[in-house]
């Protein structure tokens, strides 16, 4: 009887427990390692996603068509489609796509020049909102054609993508997800600030060089170039190499980095390189009279590495004077970008007004933050720098002068 009952409870259950009735095999989906936007002249939104090519990913001669044969073949493959939206275009890319579109192993967003000119909100929003999204993706812009970042065939990996993503995680510009991009622009006191991605050459082209190579000929990689500067959500220049490490250095993220100094020729004429080992940021709002002023402490442990000048070292006299000209040269490139911030671009990028609104959560509610747009370029910044050479290396003495040493 027993027996019975369990049978008949084993077949009406059976219609629920279907097991993995919702499950997506492996072989339907397209994983998209990269996404790229781009706006096109007739004004709709071209998609380009860098499709990974499962049989061209495993190690020569592993299994499926791998081999001889398939040395050099592309490991991606990269689709596009225009729409009136980014849903638009996405469905008309899903049409040419015998699998279906998977987001989650997507960690680069590359955004055109025009595109993020014209505001990136409409972007933002496809992808926050998508469930297979990663927030985690870093978020580059470039100055020409996003497509044409995801089209690029590098010489170390096999996917593009790879090769933007190990750029930005090296710390030698800017690294920001989406997540961070889209807390920048909801968030009041602070604007957006992303890397910037171009195709660069891989060599030092000397352009008065008459037998120099066609562009066509040149080797090429992608690189960090400098950074995009937003006013909300539109892109409204462009900082280099040089001013994105000042913006490091103002928005708490400077890791690493190497800083060369031009020691002055009565002190000792050449160049001094070091290496930054430690870095801290403190800022600091001060509020007085009704008015806010900032206070920026920048400190750092550094090696020295590089010693071209005429300079001992091993003197703890010498050591400092080559501090002092390490701190001067600090102060004049935070210096430098926070005059681009405030007079040029007008662009709290450094998030002073986030500083405010922490340490005077009041003020900023009843005044500052209605204001912000015209307070921030006339806010008078002081720098106050502090360098520290800890290690000199195992050679005190520069070898011009041990040549001299060694001549007498």
């Not at 986030?354 to 002081?382: C, G, I, S």
Request: proline share 4%.
């Amino acid at each position: 009887m027993r027996t019975r009952i369990l049978l008949v409870w084993t077949l009406l259950m059976m219609p629920i427990l279907s097991g993995c009735w919702s499950r997506i095999e492996v072989n339907d989906l397209a994983f998209v390692t990269a996404a790229g936007i781009d706006k096109m002249e007739d004004g709709k939104i071209r998609l380009a996603l860098q499709v990974a090519i499962p049989r061209m990913l495993g190690a020569a001669g592993q299994g499926g068509q791998g081999g001889e044969k398939d040395i050099g073949a592309k490991a991606v493959w990269v689709i596009s489609e225009k729409g009136e939206s980014i849903l638009d275009a996405y469905r008309r890319l899903q049409e040419k796509l015998p699998r279906r579109i998977f987001f989650s192993h997507s960690g680069i967003i590359v955004i055109g020049e025009e595109m993020a000119r014209d505001g990136v909100s409409p972007i933002l929003d496809f992808f926050i909102r998508q469930r297979e999204a990663r927030m985690r993706s870093y978020i580059l812009f470039t100055k020409g054609e996003a497509v044409k970042i995801l089209k690029f065939v590098p010489k170390l990996e096999k996917i593009p993508s790879e090769v933007m993503r190990e750029e930005v995680k090296q710390h030698i510009g800017v690294r920001i997800n989406l997540k961070e991009f889209v807390h920048m622009l909801v968030t009041e006191g602070v604007e957006p600030i992303a890397a910037e991605m171009e195709i660069v050459s891989s060599n030092l082209m000397n352009e008065e060089d008459s037998k120099a190579p066609s562009p066509s000929n040149v080797e090429t990689n992608l690189s960090l170039k400098g950074s995009a500067i937003f006013n909300k959500d539109k892109l409204i220049g462009w900082m280099n190499d040089l001013e994105t490490r000042g913006v490091l250095w103002l928005r708490k993220e400077m890791k690493t980095g190497v800083v060369t100094v031009n020691i002055p020729k009565e002190k000792g004429n050449g160049k001094i390189s070091v290496l930054i080992v430690k870095a801290k940021t403190q800022i600091t709002p001060i509020l007085k009279d009704g008015e806010i002023t900032m206070e920026v402490k920048v400190s750092a442990e550094n090696d020295l590495y590089e010693n071209n000048s005429k300079l001992d070292v091993s003197d703890p006299k010498v050591v400092h004077v080559v501090e002092k000209e390490l701190e001067e040269d600090l102060i004049q490139r935070i210096q430098l970008v926070l005059d681009m911030a405030q007079k040029k671009f007008k662009s709290d990028i450094f998030g002073f007004g986030v500083a405010v609104e922490r340490k005077y959560p009041k003020e900023w509610k009843n005044k500052f933050k209605k204001q912000w747009e015209e307070d921030f370029p006339k806010l008078k910044v002081k720098i106050i720098a502090d360098m520290t050479v800890n290690r000199t290396g195992l050679s005190n003495k520069p070898l011009i002068l041990k040549e001299k040493e060694s001549g007498k």
